[in-house]
């Protein structure tokens, strides 16, 4: 289950690493190359497996904010920290006028941060949409 495997990997990530370091350190290497080739508009939504594997396939970068600077640039970036932005806004709204428990928004904020940065979906469409849907209401 998630607990076995997220303890496989710290026992991993304790006793050096393994292959999994170096191939993450090599993708975030080529994205940051991608990303710094087309700056402000990225190579494309997609396009990351391209350039790295050679062939279009469902692989990622294993970072949310190399992925959408290598494959949508700045304009990518800028507009994902705006819906992130605008999320904790709205967040912080609700706690000030009391519409949601604060129980409710902290497991809205660990879901958050847990999807952020331990994507789990092979295409990281949960972790783009979730704080969309959290903007929205």
Not at 70 to 97: D, T
Request: charged fraction near 15%; proline fraction near 4%.
């Amino acid at each position: 289950g998630l607990f076995s495997t997220t303890l496989s990997r710290l026992v991993l990530l304790f006793n050096g690493g393994g292959d999994s370091v170096l191939d993450r350190l090599d993708r975030y290497e080529i994205a940051l190359k991608i990303w710094s080739e087309n700056v402000l508009l990225g190579s494309g939504i997609g396009s990351f497996p391209i350039h790295y594997l050679g062939y279009d396939s469902s692989d990622y970068a294993h970072n949310i904010f190399l992925e959408l600077g290598s494959e949508m640039g700045m304009i990518g970036i800028v507009s994902f920290a705006f819906i992130l932005f605008y999320a904790a806004f709205r967040l912080q709204k609700s706690i000030e006028y009391k519409l949601i428990p604060k129980n409710t928004i902290y497991c809205i904020l660990l879901i958050t941060f847990f999807l952020l940065l331990n994507p789990t979906s092979e295409n990281l469409i949960i972790p783009l949409h979730f704080p969309l849907l959290l903007s929205t209401g």
